[in-house]
């Protein structure tokens, strides 16, 4: 079972992976993937960002020989791009991304873009257009689906042990295909749009 762990940076997915055991899951890094398949990013100044030819990435990860591990847990903003199972999507309170980004050395205007992304659930968006094209079955172009099912979870305030349970509960019961256990984290109930309107 491949699962994909994303997040906007900051919402503390290399974190919480740190909390699984190996023997439990085999952790990739979407970035190191991006590196492998995608050899020659260019930099956007602009946003002081790697800049990836989406269509190339998709490709890549849809040859890619996936280990033949247990469970697989995919870590990355991008990693709704991976042609997963199921897609586990951190959200977080737009102003502690902000606090976070600018501890770890993030400009203001870099800061502050990643806490929009987040307000307005960027990856929200766009990890559901992943799992609307795979349910609806290759695309004429060729264009392969990234990931599956996607669920999410405010983990504002969580210890990242408790959101480590969090995805082994949601991992057992998308294998033991125990639907109540999923439906209260299908998108939908995480709302940013009162702490976004004090910025605006
Ligand atoms: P990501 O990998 O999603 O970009 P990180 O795991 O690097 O995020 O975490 C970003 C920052 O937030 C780090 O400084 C980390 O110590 C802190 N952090 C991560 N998870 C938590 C948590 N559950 N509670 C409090 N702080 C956290
Ligand atoms: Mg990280």
């Known amino acids: 079972m491949i699962v994909s762990l994303c ?60 280990p033949e ?7 990355g903003h991008l990693s709704y791009l ?11 309170d737009p102003r502690e991304i902000k606090n976070r980004l600018l501890r770890r050395g993030y400009s203001e205007t870099k800061a502050r873009e990643n806490a929009e992304a987040e307000g307005v659930g960027t ?7 992943e799992e609307t094209s795979r349910l609806a079955g290759q695309d004429p172009e060729g264009i392969v689906p990234g990931c599956g099912l996607v669920l999410e979870r405010d983990v504002t305030g969580m210890e990242p042990g408790d959101i480590a349970s969090w995805i082994h509960e949601m991992v057992r019961g998308y294998d033991e295909k ?13 709302d940013w749009l009162e702490v976004l309107s004090d910025w605006f």
């Open 69 to 75: 591990a247990g469970l697989i847990l995919i870590e």
């Open 7 to 66: 997040g906007t940076p900051g919402t503390g997915k290399t974190t919480v992976c740190r909390q699984i055991p190996p023997k439990e899951a085999m952790v990739m890094d979407m970035n190191a993937l991006i590196t492998e398949l995608v050899p020659d990013p260019c930099h956007d100044p602009a946003s002081d960002s790697l800049v990836v030819d989406v269509d190339e990435l998709r490709r890549g990860l849809a040859a890619f020989q996936w």
């Open 82 to 92: 991976a042609p997963s199972d199921l897609c586990l999507l951190l959200r977080l």
């Open 123 to 129: 990856l929200q968006i766009w990890a559901m257009e």
């Open 178 to 190: 125990e639907l109540k256990r999923l439906i209260p984290y299908r998108p939908g109930n995480v």
